[in-house]
């Protein structure tokens, strides 16, 4: 099995697909679609990648590889699973692949930032496939996350994944456009992947962005029309010494033009990725 992979990666290397839906390189992404095609649930180690492969499960691992080639269909909606905060998370063409490095911030709990041990309501505004949310939820085992999403597809997945996770009685799942729904909720996080790629970035992106639904990407003109609903009303719904955290990619640099005096902190990830902004519920215009 380990030549097939090779083949696999050098065949993806040859077509210079674009990697940043899950994996970065040929090798990970060759070697997710080979154990997908074969049953496998991880790498096994060195046994399984000594492992013979059957013709059946080699002719089903080349043609997720030619899909993956020809139609630059993400590797995630091949193999319909990928992994958000060392959590399996199912997604499909109806949610964006998780990727945001707000994973990252999730596993330490929100450290520094807000005392874990005193959360008990999370927001997750734009939940997509639910990965925030159930991440959030495995990390503060007291908290109650409310997961809201404008789209009754993403919706649709986003339940399917609670469900595999056992988390209905903490995580709520609800349809809203951005906070319309939520009443007077307040919470002690928000946390935010929202819509924010500009339209003349949407039109340069590599072809595998066409898989996923533009509504989680498209944000208008400059990639600010979520970011600045969220700004404008996260206030009300963060309890006191609450935080706001939102992911805005490429668009911060749009966020620190059109917000010069919001004292935004930018957060760094050890494992890479960046454009995500914190801000206490004090610092947010009232």
Not at 47 to 69: F, S, T
Not at 216 to 234: P, T
Not at 271 to 280: C, K
Request: proline share 6%; hydrophobic share 45%; with cysteine.
């Amino acid at each position: 099995m380990g030549e097939l992979i090779a083949r696999a990666a050098r065949a993806l290397a040859r077509a210079r697909v674009h990697f940043g839906h899950g994996t970065d390189n040929a090798r990970d992404e060759a070697a997710a679609l080979v154990l997908h095609a074969i049953g496998a649930r991880d790498g096994g180690g060195p046994d399984l990648l000594r492992r013979r492969v059957h013709p059946r499960a080699q002719a089903r691992a080349a043609e997720l590889v030619r899909r993956r080639i020809e139609d630059r269909v993400p590797a995630a909606y091949l193999t319909g699973v990928t992994w958000f905060a060392g959590l399996e998370i199912r997604v499909d063409a109806r949610v964006l692949v998780p990727r945001s490095p707000i994973a990252e911030l999730i596993e330490r709990r929100f450290a520094p930032w807000i005392d874990a041990r005193r959360v008990r309501r999370v927001l997750d505004l734009g939940t997509g496939s639910g990965c925030i949310a159930i991440a959030c939820a495995r990390a503060l085992p007291h908290a109650r996350v409310d997961a809201v999403d404008i789209s009754e597809a993403a919706l649709e997945v986003a339940r399917a994944n609670v469900r595999s996770h056992r988390l209905g009685g903490r995580v709520l799942l609800k349809k809203s456009d951005h906070f319309r729904a939520l009443g007077r909720a307040t919470y002690d996080i928000i946390v935010s992947n929202p819509p924010y790629v500009g339209a003349r970035e949407l039109e340069r992106l590599p072809p595998e962005y066409r898989h996923e639904p533009r509504v989680a990407l498209a944000a208008g003109e400059a990639g600010l029309d979520s970011v600045r609903i969220i700004l404008k009303e996260a206030r009300r719904h963060l309890r006191p010494r609450g935080v706001l955290i939102v992911e805005v990619g490429n668009t911060e640099s749009a966020v620190r033009r059109a917000f010069p005096r919001l004292p935004c902190v930018w957060l760094e990830f050890e494992r890479g990725g960046g454009g995500v902004f914190l801000l206490s519920r004090e610092q947010l215009p009232a």
